[in-house]
C-alpha cells in the first residue's frame, strides 16, 4: 500500500507535465473592429484645493477633436491598421483637474482590445477588463505624491492637539502631496521627448520645464508643518522635534540647495547630495496659457525599454495573452510622431 501511494502521484505528475498547459490560442487573423468612445471631459467637480476648472461644454467638445486626431496618429500603426485578432476600442475619458498647476483640459486616452482567442477549440473574445493600455494628457501633476504619499487627516474624530485645525491640516495635507520624487533616471530622447524609466514625457520643447526641483528648506517647512498640525498631540511632540533636528544637520547653504532622495533610514528620506532622484514640484509658468485650454500641451505614457516590449510581446503571442497587441503597439510606436504641439 505504501509502494501504491508513492506511485499516484508520480503518476499524476508525470500525465500533468505530459498534458498541455492550455488549449489556448490567439486568432490573430479574426478581422476586428474598432470604435472611439467619446465622454464629456468637464463635469469632473472640484480638485483638492476645493476649486472647480470650469471647462465649458464648448470647451470640451474642442478637447475631443483634438484628441480625435491624436487617435489618427496612432491608426496608423500596423496593428491598429490591420485590426486584426481583437475588437478595438479607443475610450477618451476625463481627467482630475487641478486649478493651481493646470491649464489645459485634463484627459485620458486608453485603448481597449478585446481579443479574439480560440480556447479548447472554441472562439472565445476577451471582453471583461480586456488587455489595455492608456496615457495621461495635460497632466504636469501626473506623480505627485509619490514618495510624500500622506494622508489627510482634517476630519480627524477628537483631536488632543491644540494647533489642529481641519482646514490647516487640509491645506498643508496637500502641500505636501504636491511633492515626488522624479520617477526615474532622466534621459534626453529629443527635443520635447523626456524619458523617466518607463515614463515617456512628451512636451512642448519651447517651454519653461514642466517640473520644478524644489529646496531642502522647502520641503522640511511642508514635512513640518504637516506633523505640527497632526490632530494627535503624541505623534505631532516626536515628529517635529525629529524632523527639525534633520533639518539642523544641513548648513544654512545646504539648505537653500535642491532636495533629493537621502538616507533612506531617516524619517525624512531627504538629502543634499545630487543624485537621479530628486524633489520635484509641477511648475505652474509651464503652460502656454495663449492657446486654448482644448490644446495639448504635454502627454506622459508608460512605455519600456523596446528589449522589454519585444519580449513581453513575443512570450504573449507564445502563450495566447491579448496582451500581445499592447505590446505590438508599442514596438511600433514612432514617438517622434507625437512631437508637441500637434498639428
Given at each position: 500500500?505504501?509502494?501504491?501511494n508513492?506511485?499516484?502521484?508520480?503518476l499524476?505528475?508525470?500525465?500533468?507535465?505530459a498534458?498541455?498547459?492550455?488549449?489556448?490560442?490567439?486568432?490573430?487573423?479574426?478581422?476586428?473592429?474598432f470604435?472611439?468612445?467619446r465622454?464629456?471631459?468637464n463635469g469632473?467637480?472640484p480638485?483638492?484645493?476645493g476649486?472647480?476648472?470650469?471647462?465649458?461644454?464648448?470647451e470640451?467638445?474642442?478637447?475631443?477633436k483634438?484628441?480625435?486626431?491624436?487617435?489618427?496618429?496612432?491608426?496608423?500603426l500596423?496593428?491598429?491598421?490591420?485590426?486584426?485578432g481583437?475588437?478595438?476600442?479607443?475610450?477618451l475619458?476625463?481627467g482630475?483637474?487641478n486649478?493651481?498647476?493646470?491649464?489645459?483640459?485634463?484627459s485620458?486616452v486608453?485603448?481597449?482590445?478585446?481579443?479574439?482567442?480560440?480556447?479548447?477549440?472554441k472562439?472565445?473574445?476577451?471582453?471583461?477588463e480586456?488587455?489595455?493600455w492608456?496615457?495621461?494628457?495635460?497632466?504636469?501633476?501626473?506623480?505627485?505624491?509619490?514618495?510624500f504619499?500622506?494622508?489627510?487627516?482634517s476630519?480627524?474624530?477628537?483631536?488632543?492637539?491644540?494647533?489642529?485645525?481641519?482646514?490647516?491640516?487640509h491645506?498643508?495635507?496637500?502641500?505636501?502631496?504636491?511633492?515626488f520624487f522624479?520617477?526615474?533616471?532622466?534621459?534626453?530622447?529629443?527635443?520635447?521627448?523626456?524619458?523617466?524609466?518607463?515614463?515617456?514625457?512628451?512636451?512642448?520643447?519651447?517651454?519653461?520645464?514642466?517640473w520644478?526641483?524644489?529646496?531642502?528648506?522647502?520641503?522640511?517647512?511642508l514635512?513640518?508643518?504637516y506633523?505640527?498640525?497632526?490632530?494627535?498631540?503624541a505623534?505631532?511632540d516626536?515628529?517635529?522635534?525629529?524632523l527639525?533636528?534633520?533639518?539642523?544637520?544641513?548648513?544654512?547653504?545646504?539648505?537653500?540647495?535642491?532636495?533629493?532622495?537621502g538616507?533612506?533610514?531617516?524619517?525624512?528620506?531627504?538629502?543634499?547630495?545630487?543624485?537621479?532622484?530628486?524633489?520635484?514640484?509641477?511648475d505652474?509658468d509651464?503652460?502656454?496659457?495663449n492657446?486654448?485650454?482644448?490644446?495639448?500641451?504635454?502627454i506622459?505614457?508608460e512605455?519600456?525599454a523596446?528589449q522589454?516590449?519585444r519580449?513581453?510581446?513575443?512570450?504573449?503571442?507564445r502563450?495566447?495573452?491579448?496582451?500581445?497587441?499592447?505590446?505590438?503597439?508599442?514596438?511600433?510606436?514612432?514617438?517622434?510622431?507625437?512631437h508637441?504641439?500637434?498639428?
Amino acid at each position: 500500500m505504501k509502494q501504491l501511494n508513492i506511485f499516484i502521484p508520480v503518476l499524476f505528475m508525470a500525465l500533468f507535465q505530459a498534458a498541455p498547459a492550455q488549449d489556448k490560442e490567439l486568432l490573430t487573423d479574426k478581422p476586428g473592429t474598432f470604435k472611439i468612445v467619446r465622454n464629456p471631459l468637464n463635469g469632473q467637480g472640484p480638485d483638492l484645493y476645493g476649486k472647480s476648472c470650469n471647462i465649458s461644454d464648448f470647451e470640451s467638445e474642442e478637447s475631443l477633436k483634438t484628441l480625435e486626431k491624436l487617435v489618427q496618429i496612432f491608426r496608423v500603426l500596423p496593428v491598429l491598421k490591420e485590426n486584426k485578432g481583437f475588437d478595438g476600442v479607443c475610450d477618451l475619458g476625463g481627467g482630475s483637474c487641478n486649478s493651481r498647476y493646470g491649464y489645459g483640459v485634463t484627459s485620458t486616452v486608453c485603448f481597449y482590445f478585446r481579443t479574439w482567442n480560440m480556447r479548447n477549440g472554441k472562439e472565445t473574445q476577451w471582453t471583461v477588463e480586456p488587455p489595455q493600455w492608456r496615457f495621461s494628457v495635460n497632466r504636469t501633476d501626473k506623480f505627485c505624491s509619490s514618495g510624500f504619499n500622506v494622508s489627510d487627516y482634517s476630519n480627524a474624530y477628537n483631536p488632543t492637539n491644540p494647533a489642529f485645525n481641519e482646514n490647516s491640516m487640509h491645506r498643508a495635507t496637500i502641500a505636501l502631496k504636491e511633492l515626488f520624487f522624479q520617477p526615474g533616471v532622466k534621459e534626453h530622447i529629443s527635443p520635447g521627448i523626456d524619458r523617466y524609466g518607463d515614463n515617456i514625457v512628451i512636451f512642448n520643447a519651447d517651454r519653461p520645464g514642466y517640473w520644478e526641483q524644489v529646496t531642502i528648506r522647502e520641503v522640511f517647512r511642508l514635512m513640518i508643518d504637516y506633523w505640527r498640525l497632526m490632530p494627535d498631540k503624541a505623534q505631532s511632540d516626536v515628529m517635529v522635534p525629529l524632523l527639525t533636528g534633520e533639518l539642523n544637520r544641513f548648513s544654512e547653504a545646504e539648505k537653500d540647495s535642491y532636495a533629493y532622495m537621502g538616507n533612506t533610514e531617516s524619517i525624512s528620506r531627504i538629502g543634499s547630495v545630487k543624485n537621479d532622484t530628486p524633489v520635484m514640484r509641477p511648475d505652474p509658468d509651464y503652460w502656454n496659457r495663449n492657446l486654448p485650454r482644448s490644446a495639448i500641451q504635454i502627454i506622459i505614457m508608460e512605455v519600456p525599454a523596446m528589449q522589454v516590449v519585444r519580449s513581453k510581446m513575443n512570450d504573449c503571442l507564445r502563450r495566447g495573452d491579448g496582451y500581445y497587441y499592447v505590446y505590438r503597439l508599442l514596438s511600433e510606436l514612432d514617438l517622434s510622431s507625437l512631437h508637441l504641439p500637434l498639428d
